[in-house]
């Protein structure tokens, strides 16, 4: 039953990209059983999700040649293992600097028991949990203690869980109701996400097809020469990235300096990257992240729609300016609907669509996947369209754009047989120490333990070329 989903949520979203289906036959599956349990198809959705991002890099390894790849047009095959796609998807957990484990989760992170039901809060970044302390009526400049968190149980308990949503909303912070299946779908928000496929990848305008070089020698790397600009935080939009730099992309993160990133995010999401800190509002600064557009390959943007517009950073303004630039760009509700331009988190999506209702506990406390499968599965999947652009662009011409959301991929799990019984509870991911799935290396940091990639070809890579730096340390320059 497993293998038949699996199979099948493969080929859709294979089929959704303009894959051919022959190339199904290249992934060979492996591994464990047993690992991310769930009542929901979470290890299905997983495996899926890397053998599509797999079967992308194994085809454009194969229209490339050159280096390791085949010579005669044959696709390396794809080798998905089950143990190596758990450690990735609970990569936060398996990481360990200098032996300590590290969590970006804070406090105020967490579901919270209302009037009539139940609301979830993320408030990781401070200003998020100055906005969740404002919408409550609460000093946003309150510390971290016993006493904040019952003075937020307090106020969250004398209030509607919508009510919650909305005046944490509209301060800018993160809380929504939790939701079951059943009335997400007949919120207006959940009507528009049914009506849109799991992911879009289009061709955009005349442009002259790009060719590219063959692949170079060494661990077949078909992403070599790529320069891609990743625009994006948290944890979709970097998985996306730091495979397409696993993959031999020169990847440049662009952050500006006024909004800083939670140093464990950095450490788990940034292997194989560059980094540096540019203020779009700065004339200076504006100038050197044209120069870099200018011979981009990639523009990989990850905040909610409408964010960027004003410096000329949405998909219509970098393809009029990039007639054969490739765009991926992710929200988190959708790009229709109400809540279109709204911030989300996985966890908050979980909440909102019915998934914490599906994972509930016997006492009817919300729950959550045993990962955040969300969001990992989402980067995989524009991992995959990334690469299934700059293949199509080899011989189709154009630009490309794809796009894709956390809500239209928790509606693709929702759509996925679900077990009658929560399962065992599985080992804790952080025991997860397996050579095979993770790696250490010396960091500016100190030793630092991760998970390695799940997306495998033959003849690829194992590992990053780069580690993981400081942020901001690179000039905005490509290598």
């Known amino acids: 039953m497993v293998s038949a989903v699996r199979q099948d949520m493969v080929a859709e979203a294979w089929g959704l990209l303009g894959g051919a289906a022959q190339a199904l036959d290249g992934v060979r599956w492996s591994g464990p059983d047993g690992v991310l349990g769930s009542r929901l198809a979470v290890r299905t959705l997983a495996e899926a999700s890397v053998a599509v991002a797999g079967l992308a890099a194994a085809e454009l390894a194969a229209v490339r040649g050159g280096g390791t790849a085949p010579r005669d047009g044959a696709a390396p095959g794809v080798l998905v293992d089950s143990g190596a796609v758990a450690a990735a998807y609970a990569s936060d957990r398996v990481m360990r600097l200098d032996g300590v484990e590290l969590t970006s989760w804070a406090a105020l992170s967490r579901f919270w028991r209302c009037s009539d039901g139940w609301v979830r809060t993320h408030a990781n970044y401070d200003h998020h949990r100055r906005r969740l302390l404002e919408g409550l009526g609460l000093d946003p400049e309150s510390a971290d203690t016993p006493e904040t968190t019952a003075a937020v149980e307090r106020a969250v308990g004398t209030r509607t869980a919508d009510r919650v949503a909305a005046e944490v909303t509209a301060r800018g912070g993160l809380a929504v109701a939790v939701r079951s299946p059943g009335a997400w779908a007949a919120h207006e928000q959940g009507a528009a996400v049914a009506g849109l496929p799991l992911l879009s990848l289009e061709r955009v305008g005349a442009a002259p097809a790009v060719p590219l070089a063959p692949c170079p020698d060494g661990p077949l790397r ?43 995010q950095h450490l788990d999401l940034d292997t194989g990257k560059r980094s540096c800190l540019l203020d779009l509002d700065r004339p200076a600064d504006r100038a050197a992240f044209e120069r870099l557009l200018s011979t981009a390959d990639v523009v990989v943007t990850g905040y909610r729609p409408g964010a960027l517009d004003r410096f000329g950073l949405d998909s219509a303004a970098l393809l009029a300016r990039r007639p054969s630039l490739v ?11 109400p809540w279109q331009h709204r911030r989300a988190f996985d966890s908050v999506v979980q909440a909102a669509v019915g998934i914490a ?97 799940p997306v495998r070809i033959e003849g690829g890579p194992a590992d990053w070329a780069r580690s993981v730096g400081p942020m901001g340390a690179d000039a905005p320059e490509w290598l």
């Open 222 to 264: 078909p992403a070599a020469g790529l320069r891609v600009l990743d625009l994006t935080r948290v944890i979709a939009g970097p998985v996306a990235t730091r495979t397409l730099a696993l993959l031999g992309a020169d990847v440049l993160r662009i952050d500006s300096p006024r909004l800083p990133e939670i140093h464990a």
């Open 357 to 453: 209702e599906i994972e509930s506990g016997p006492d009817g406390t919300p729950g959550a996947m045993p990962v955040q499968a969300l969001d990992h599965s989402t980067g995989y999947l524009m991992a995959a369209a990334v690469l299934r652009a700059v293949t199509r662009r080899t011989t189709e011409g154009g630009g490309w754009r794809a796009e894709l959301a956390l809500a239209q991929t928790a509606a693709w799990l929702l759509r996925q047989p679900i077990a009658a019984e929560q399962p065992p509870k599985e080992p804790a991911a952080s025991d997860w120490t397996a050579a095979q799935e993770t790696a250490e290396r010396e960091t500016a940091f100190g030793r630092l333990r991760y998970a390695l990639s």
């Open 327 to 337: 765009t991926a760009s992710l929200c988190a509700w959708g790009r229709t609907g």
